[in-house]
């Protein structure tokens, strides 16, 4: 069975950086493109970055995290990564890593399109 741990989050002043991982268990040769996504408290789900890193690279990120995001995926490990710069207090949620099994063309930021979601870890910022 497929499945996704998340680990990395915890707390951090406005300004500061987190790298968030991903592991893959229970890993096939299939293709998935992974994402990353956010919930904030009161808020819905919404798509941070996604990355397909089977052959040609392809990624994508919300505007909100542009330039200051940036997902990345060693095969080799199963992981994938989100590595978060020049963190704000609206980055504040909880990050979940998910997996698309389709691997869409275009690459999806929409969480309907994601099939498999790991538990999530908590990312706090403070001003």
């Known amino acids: 069975q497929f499945q996704l741990v998340e680990s990395g989050g915890g707390s951090v002043q406005s300004g500061g950086s987190l790298r968030l991982s991903c592991a893959a268990s229970?890993?096939?040769?299939?293709?998935?493109?992974m994402g990353w996504f956010r919930q904030a408290p009161g808020k819905e789900r919404e798509g941070v970055a996604a990355?397909?890193?089977?052959?040609?690279?392809?990624?994508r990120y919300a505007d909100s995290v542009k330039g200051r995001f940036t997902i990345s995926q060693d095969n080799g490990k199963n992981t994938v990564y989100l590595q978060m710069n020049s963190l704000s207090p609206e980055d504040t949620a909880m990050y979940y890593c998910?997996?698309?099994?389709?691997?869409?063309?275009?690459?999806?930021?929409?969480?309907?399109?994601?099939?498999?979601w790991g538990q999530g870890t908590r990312v706090t910022v403070s001003s």
């Open positions: 998910a997996a698309d099994r389709i691997c869409r063309y275009p690459l999806t930021l929409n969480r309907l399109d994601y099939n498999i």
């Open positions: 229970g890993y096939t040769s299939t293709r998935y493109c």
């Open positions: 990355i397909d890193s089977h052959g040609n690279i392809r990624i």
